[in-house]
């Protein structure tokens, strides 16, 4: 009997990768292998789905400790809450998302070249992970959504997530090969143009622990999505796109479509108008192409952030 070689390929490249990256310990090495290796049983026991969710907790609220006393040590590592206070980073704040138009979520799966674009603060304002760094970005795995899968009717389909370039894609490949397929960049741009027709968000995600950026593209709904269950329960995982809807009343019937779709609850339909929450508005875009009648509009807003557009960043990058 031949057993696999281990560590394998793929993790071999990731710990390649994690030795390369300054301040990487091997504590986030080991949080980043656990986190890929077993997605669903993380992600499970994160959404409070899986049978262990309620054994956890005590190893979670360990983590979350542990993750602040390191972060005490790195002043840089806090966190703003609205009302100005400051805390240290916690075990949720390790993991977040960076909400996305459909042209941009596209941008990101048709990059041609690698590319390294470091701590993007402005577009990604968090504590930790806000680098994209693309290797092989054409290198693309559509993967059974964790969230969806924890869930007991999830919504379908469930390969929704997208895990992009290396040595992420790859990893994940290898270490899930029953709910993971390789794709191609247009597969890619129709599996996202298939979630934004179906009303859901696209999320690019960054987390610590994979090596402090970006490594996925997820299309969330408010049913399944993880995230989404945090953002509303007061845990900000989600960064603003950049946009906010705006209407035009003169054009809104009041048929209530956008209001049935927004996965944020920023519309509400009252007298037979649909209003927009401006502050919970996330500026996904969702609602503006739900609207058969043009009746809203994304619009910059620079309290919303600045977008993730990747062709600006690239301009950008090299313009300096």
């Given at each position: 009997?031949r057993?696999?070689?281990?560590p394998?390929?793929s993790?071999r ?5 994690a030795?390369?990256?300054p301040g ?5 090495w080991?949080?980043?292998y656990v986190?890929?290796r077993w997605?669903y049983?993380?992600?499970g026991?994160g959404?409070g789905?899986?049978?262990?969710a309620?054994?956890?907790q ?13 972060a005490?040590r790195r002043?840089?590592?806090i ?6 206070a400051?805390?240290p980073?916690g075990?949720?704040?390790?993991y ?6 459909l042209?941009a979520a ?5 990059v ?6 470091g ?9 930790t ?9 054409d290198?693309?795995v ?19 997530c997208l ?5 992420f ?5 290898e270490?899930?090969p ?9 597969e890619?741009v129709d ?7 179906r ?10 622990a994979?090596?402090?950026?970006f ?5 969330c709904?408010?049913c399944?999505c993880?995230?989404l269950?945090a953002?509303r329960n007061g ?8 946009y ?7 054009l809104?019937?009041g048929?209530?479509v956008?209001a049935?779709?927004?996965?944020f ?8 108008r649909a ?5 919970a508005?996330?500026?996904c ?6 609207c058969d009648?043009g009746?809203l509009?994304l619009?910059?807003d ?6 993730l557009?990747i ?8 313009s300096?």
């Amino acid at each position: 009997m031949r057993f696999p070689l281990w560590p394998r390929p793929s993790t071999r490249a990731f710990m390649r990768e994690a030795r390369r990256l300054p301040g990487y310990s091997f504590f986030d090495w080991l949080h980043g292998y656990v986190y890929a290796r077993w997605p669903y049983l993380y992600i499970g026991i994160g959404t409070g789905e899986h049978p262990l969710a309620k054994r956890a907790q005590p190893v979670i609220a360990w983590l979350d400790q542990f993750i602040s006393s390191r972060a005490e040590r790195r002043p840089a590592a806090i966190v703003a809450m609205p009302d100005g206070a400051q805390r240290p980073v916690g075990f949720a704040d390790t993991y977040h998302g960076k909400v996305m138009t459909l042209a941009a979520a596209t941008q990101l799966v048709t990059v041609k070249q690698d590319l390294n674009l470091g701590d993007l603060e402005h577009i990604v304002p968090y504590a930790t992970a806000r680098d994209i760094v693309l290797q092989n970005p054409d290198h693309i795995v559509a993967m059974a959504c964790p969230c969806r899968a924890a869930r007991a009717n999830p919504c379908l389909p469930l390969d929704v997530c997208l895990i992009v370039g290396e040595p992420f894609a790859g990893f994940i490949r290898e270490h899930q090969p029953d709910r993971t397929r390789w794709i191609s960049s247009d597969e890619a741009v129709d599996i996202l143009t298939a979630e934004h027709t179906r009303g859901h968000v696209h999320h690019a995600f960054f987390k610590d622990a994979m090596l402090g950026r970006f490594y996925a593209i997820c299309n969330c709904c408010s049913c399944c999505c993880g995230a989404l269950h945090a953002q509303r329960n007061g845990v900000p995982m989600l960064a603003a796109s950049g946009y906010v809807s705006v209407q035009d009343p003169e054009l809104c019937i009041g048929c209530g479509v956008c209001a049935e779709t927004c996965q944020f609850a920023a519309i509400a339909m009252t007298d037979g108008r649909a209003f927009i929450d401006a502050a919970a508005c996330m500026g996904c875009g969702v609602c503006v192409d739900q609207c058969d009648l043009g009746a809203l509009t994304l619009v910059l807003d620079e309290s919303k952030g600045i977008p993730l557009e990747i062709n600006d960043l690239m301009s950008a990058a090299l313009s300096v």
